[in-house]
């Protein structure tokens, strides 16, 4: 019986696919942030959708780094990781207004989705699978950035 050897990720998959979940992890931390320190009127709606967007970054969290160890990569979780490799804009340690949050919160998932947009291309060319996670994820930080950016008038 002759065994076929198992996929193992690159330098370039590891290295792309960390940036992602370093991401989706400050993500869910931000989220977070926000929904403790909204105060102002649209404080329970937002309040409702920043569960939402945490729930999808630590979904897309936790299904990254098991990606990564499926292809025989080594996820970086920690905190100090998390925090000199984010490319999320830093959010106020400060009670914000609802159109604070909506900005803060619509930034970091845009932060976010700019990551897994700039390195879609390359995971699509070495690994269609991760590529394919990359793309669910996409729609639903896009999706949730939209709801929250529709729930407050920033004109």
């Known amino acids: ?11 370039v998959l590891s290295e792309s696919l960390q940036k992602v979940l370093t991401d ?10 926000l929904h403790w320190n909204i105060v102002g009127v649209g404080f329970r709606g937002l309040h ?3 569960d939402e967007v945490v729930a999808v970054a630590r979904a897309a969290s936790d299904e990254i780094a098991e990606r ?8 970086d ?19 914000l207004t609802s159109e604070e949050t909506v900005a803060a919160a ?3 998932i845009n932060a976010t989705v700019g990551t897994m947009r700039q390195v879609h291309e390359k995971v699509d060319a070495e690994d269609p699978a991760s590529a394919d996670i990359l793309l669910d994820y996409i729609r639903q930080l896009e999706q949730q ?11």
Not at 24 to 33: E, I, M, N, R, Y
Not at 68 to 75: E, F, K, S, T
Not at 77 to 95: C, I, N
């Open 48 to 50: 409702l959708y920043l």
């Open 77 to 95: 979780g920690r905190p100090e990781t998390v925090g000199q490799m984010t490319s999320l804009p830093p959010v106020k340690e400060t009670l």
């Open 1 to 11: 019986m002759t065994m076929t050897k198992a996929f193992s990720g690159s330098t």
């Open 24 to 33: 989706v992890t400050a993500l869910s931390l931000v989220g977070k942030q």
């Open 68 to 75: 990564m160890r499926a292809v025989n990569l080594v996820p």
């Open 145 to 155: 950035a939209w709801f929250i950016g529709s729930s407050v008038d920033m004109a």
């Open 106 to 108: 619509v930034a970091s």
